[in-house]
């Protein structure tokens, strides 16, 4: 379906009058737009869409053209009067694929053509984002400060407490070999937390290359398939034509096993249990520079998402911080880590709750390879 009033756009008198330059037709630069932007026809069909529109749902050009925009974004529009320019912003809308995005939605009347609506999608990062990031750097440089003084010094004695429950082994009977063993199974669980924390320490740069994210997603999937996840349907729903990222493969592998693991365990034993891992490129995502000098673009958005409970609402807001936990049995460094390698790398991590019924989202935004 060609879109109303196709053809040559007049670029100026300069460009006009250079005999050697083709001027570039309007679905060349329509096509090139780096918003989704989409043409809807009287009845609320799509006539025409671009390329971006095709990254933001996730569906190739032909299918999308000729279904109804109700189809593509949840909303019909068609109740909306075609004739006089409407704006929604932070709206919530409905993928092909079930994801839901927020957006700021602009539909415009086309001149000249009665009925005809042009629709712009702006994706939103929701602005806690930024301003939870630099909340989290002063909390989290704190407990850096207090975790490395606690691993120095709490790691050598606990060393000679093994080594002296192992000597006591040999020379006790039977009746109090059982409390040697149980110092000893004590000492390497604290020895195991206390090795986490260095982890968390640890101020070194990253030495940051580009990756195929997909290459590290398919090998993290298989660690979880092989172990704490082999009895949960994982599945990888990923947009093939994603750019190389600019990150550090070690870390990012042991981010995507941490997010899993975590999802393994707040799903539980349950029937229906199932991870999805989804990649997208989004947009005009972007943050200021720490130093106030540019912006960053975090591009590449990887999401974690399954189909437990969540956290609870009173933590949900503190999920990354130091010590913050939700499981019984959890030193609350999981997450603090995996917030500590996406920052060192230059991305953001973000915890939500989305979706009818509501799913537990782990986003990462990730910047791309230059």
């Not at 005809?116 to 850096?144: D, F, N, Q, Y």
């Not at 092989?226 to 870390?251: C, K, N, T, W």
């Not at 130093?291 to 591009?299: E, I, V, W």
């Amino acid at each position: 379906m060609a879109l109303p009033g196709s053809g040559l756009i007049r670029l100026g008198r300069r460009a006009a009058a250079t005999p050697d330059v083709r001027i570039p037709a309007f679905a060349e630069l329509f096509a090139v737009l780096p918003t989704p932007f989409m043409v809807v026809d009287p009845a609320g069909m799509v006539a025409e869409a671009n390329i971006a529109s095709e990254t933001l749902l996730n569906v190739g050009r032909t299918a999308i053209i000729g279904r109804m925009i109700e189809d593509m974004i949840g909303h019909p529009l068609t109740s909306m009067r075609n004739d006089a320019p409407f704006a929604a912003y932070d709206l919530e809308i409905v993928l092909p694929d079930g994801r839901h995005r927020r957006v700021d939605l602009m539909a415009a009347p086309l001149p000249d053509h009665q009925g005809w609506r042009s629709i712009t999608l702006h994706s939103r990062v929701p602005a806690h984002i930024v301003g939870r990031r630099a909340e989290r750097e002063g909390g989290k440089m704190t407990a850096i400060g207090a975790a490395a003084m606690l691993a120095h010094e709490i790691k050598n004695p606990l060393s000679g407490i093994r080594g002296a429950a192992q000597l006591l082994e040999s020379s006790v009977d039977e009746g109090a070999r059982d409390l040697t063993v149980l110092i000893r199974d004590e000492v390497d669980r604290v020895t195991k937390l206390i090795d986490r924390m260095e982890g968390f320490t640890d101020t070194r740069s990253l030495d940051l290359k580009p990756q195929n994210i997909h290459s590290i997603l398919s090998h993290a999937c298989e660690v979880a398939r092989q172990g704490f996840a082999r009895d949960i349907r994982i599945r990888e729903s990923y947009d093939p034509s994603l750019p190389e990222v600019m990150g550090h493969r070690d870390s990012l592998v042991q981010v995507i096993i941490n997010l899993l693991k975590n999802a393994a365990e707040a799903i539980g034993d349950r029937d229906d249990a199932r991870i999805v891992l989804t990649t997208a490129y989004r947009h005009g995502v972007s943050f200021v520079k720490q130093n106030g000098f540019g912006k960053l673009s975090l591009p590449i958005e990887v999401c974690v998402i399954d189909n437990g409970p969540g956290a609870p609402p009173e933590i949900g807001e503190h999920l990354f911080d130091p010590f913050v936990t939700s499981k019984r049995t959890g030193s609350g460094l999981g997450l603090a880590l995996v917030d500590k390698l996406i920052t060192d790398q230059g991305g953001i991590v973000e915890y939500a709750r989305e979706g009818r019924p509501a799913l537990t989202v782990f986003r990462l935004l990730l910047p791309r390879a230059r």
